[in-house]
């Protein structure tokens, strides 16, 4: 069994008006093909850092990475773009949706980028909300739906090219408890069907789900249960 996603020894520092900031200083982990972590850890701890470079949006200064057995340092920009765009599927707490575009073609724009043609589009978006719920609300803008429908939509658009592994950073943090619930409970029906998940979060609860949770502190993992 290949791993989704090695990452060993990684760290990222930024610079910031000159000043390093490191935000990661060796994280090793690796993400099996139908593994659920949960990552926690007080804030500015480098969760989002470290979902960056695990969904290849961002690369590693020190360390080494590999997503889909592809070490992210040979990778060119378009090559990177690519290999996220087959193997990678990102939710983030604030939905980004296209504020003035259906919820169909909101899902459907990750298939511009691999040529789909319109009408293949539209199907395969389609399904995909029927899959999340949301086949009722296909010609809804994201400004007509509730929150937990926008995360539902952004999880379909994150999931229409059929990625081998979602990461979610803090999918359920804009939601209440019970919208959150069915998020989680989407989230877990993608893990039966062999797809990783690796989420960020800061309930307690949410995390006791996953099989297994990566504590994060000062850019380190500082405990794994
Ligand atoms: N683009 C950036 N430039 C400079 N520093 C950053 C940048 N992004 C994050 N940081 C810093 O890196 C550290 C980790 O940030 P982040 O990964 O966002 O933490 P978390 O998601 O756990 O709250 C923080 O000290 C933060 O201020
Ligand atoms: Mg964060």
């Not at 090793?28 to 949006?57: C, E, F, N, W």
Request: charged residues 20%.
């Amino acid at each position: 069994m290949t791993a989704a996603i090695v990452a060993d020894d990684v760290s990222r520092t930024y610079q910031l008006d000159g000043v390093s900031v490191p935000a990661l200083r060796g994280v090793s982990l690796t993400v099996d093909p139908g593994d659920y972590v949960a990552i926690v850890g007080t804030s500015g701890s480098g969760k989002s850092t470290l979902m960056h470079l695990l969904g290849g949006l961002d690369r590693p200064t020190g360390g080494t990475l590999l997503i889909g057995g592809r070490d992210v340092s040979t990778l060119s920009p378009d090559e990177m773009a690519a290999l996220r765009n087959t193997t990678i599927g990102f939710v983030f707490q604030s939905f980004h949706l296209l504020a003035r575009t259906t919820a169909q073609d909101n899902v459907g724009l990750p298939l511009v980028y691999r040529g789909v043609g319109r009408r293949e589009r539209r199907e395969r978006a389609a399904t995909m909300l029927e899959r999340v719920g949301l086949a009722h609300r296909i010609t809804h803008r994201p400004n007509q739906m509730s929150g937990g429908e926008q995360q539902r939509v952004a999880i379909a658009r994150a999931l229409v090219t059929g990625p081998s592994v979602l990461l979610a950073d803090e999918p359920t943090g804009n939601l209440d408890s019970a919208t959150g619930q069915s998020v989680l409970a989407l989230l877990e029906s993608l893990v039966d069907d062999g797809v990783a998940v690796v989420l960020v979060t800061h309930d307690r609860d949410v995390a006791a789900r996953a099989r297994r949770q990566i504590v994060m502190k000062d850019g380190l993992i500082s405990e794994t249960r």
